[in-house]
């Protein structure tokens, strides 16, 4: 079956740093990809997302290329800020299911 | 543009006692419409699924159900909860005919004690 691996947290950073969280998958066929970002105490919002290969989504300074070399969708940010402490979550769909297949999340706090 | 709301934002509930947890959204007609648990520790869990009215797919047997009596109306209920139901409840949707991206609603904390 589908399945989404993201790197485990927590990640705790200093604003400006560089952030990257590893995302691969497991799935048949050209699944698309996404990320969604939980804030605290706040439902899931969508950040990206990228529909074929080597398609790049990109939303308030973070991207994810979508390798299906790899099966990866790593989601990268050059300079965080404080305000980008959240939950983050990897998830997959495929063109005949419902459902949307999720990575366990990863924490990241930034401080300033 | 599309909205969806839920509501009680949190509830807390004693062992045994019944739950209606009530999801809306506006801005579209005959939305894809699913409920989410994410309790702690275990990441999000598709509890149901509608794509339409009266149409209810259920993911997980489990203590609760799921009715759609309007087109834009999700209810997720239980007869008597349980310890077990605590977690936060999400209710999601997508466009008709799509199996792409869900949108989130806000939430509800769901204490069972």
């Known amino acids: 079956g589908d399945s989404v691996t993201q790197m485990e947290g927590p990640v705790t950073l200093s604003e400006e740093a560089f952030l990257t969280i590893n995302c691969t998958y497991t799935?048949?066929?050209?699944?698309?990809l996404f990320w969604y970002v939980q804030y605290p105490g706040e439902g899931l919002q969508l950040l990206l997302k990228a529909t074929k290969a080597d398609d790049k989504g990109s939303n308030k300074g973070f991207e994810a290329t979508y390798r299906k070399e790899t099966t990866s969708f790593h989601l990268e940010k050059g300079s965080v800020q404080v305000s980008d402490s959240a939950v983050y979550f990897c998830?997959?769909?495929?063109?005949?299911?419902?459902?949307?297949?999720f990575g366990a999340g990863t924490t990241v706090t930034v401080r300033a | 543009s599309q909205t969806i709301h839920q509501w009680p934002a949190t509830l807390v509930q004693p062992v045994g006692s019944p739950l209606s947890l009530e999801c809306t959204v506006e801005?579209?007609?005959?939305?894809?419409l699913y409920w989410y648990r994410q309790a702690a520790g275990r990441g999000l869990q598709l509890l149901f699924y509608?794509?339409?009215?009266?149409?209810i797919s259920s993911e997980v047997p489990q203590n609760l159900s799921a009715s759609r009596p309007q087109d834009r109306q999700f209810i997720l209920s239980s007869k008597k909860l349980l310890l077990s139901d605590s977690g936060f409840y999400l209710c999601?949707?997508?466009?008709?005919?799509?199996?792409?991206?869900?949108?989130f609603g806000p939430g509800t904390r769901l204490t069972v004690l």
């Open positions: 999601a949707w997508s466009v008709s005919g799509s199996t792409d991206t869900q949108y």
């Open positions: 801005g579209t007609s005959n939305p894809n």
């Open positions: 998830a997959l769909s495929r063109s005949n299911d419902y459902k949307l297949s």
């Open positions: 509608s794509v339409g009215i009266g149409q």
């Open positions: 799935a048949t066929g050209y699944p698309s």
